[in-house]
């Protein structure tokens, strides 16, 4: 299983990017998908995640701004960011509870920069 991460970039502070995450691979299903980030000298944080069924759960300091979604038919989740500003500025990273033929796992993509100006 893989997951490829695509979308980062550099922003100004009030505007947009739209990040992707497709997964691959021997996939049985998918349970839950999620965002983190991580700034530098700072510990992974969880930005957005949601389940199979849509259920959605944000960190305070983007609810509001970020919108999590995902498209089952494509096994891909996406982080719409809106109103970014530069505390946002981080390496991103997509994750998900994966169930294949060896069992059921977590597994991270590669990670993309998002750096938004002031």
Known sequence: VQ????????VQAGG????????????FSI???GWYRQAPGKQRELVAAITSGGSTNYSDSVKGRFTISRDNTENTVYL???SLKPEDTAVYYC???VS???????????????TVSS
């Open 95 to 97: 994750n998900a509870t």
């Open 31 to 33: 349970n839950a998908m």
């Open 16 to 27: 947009s990017l739209r990040l992707s995450c497709a997964a691959s691979g021997s996939i």
């Open 3 to 10: 997951l490829q991460a695509s979308g980062g970039g550099l």
């Open 100 to 114: 294949s033929w060896i069992g059921e796992y977590d597994y991270w993509g590669q990670g993309t920069q998002v």
């Open 80 to 82: 719409q960011m809106n």
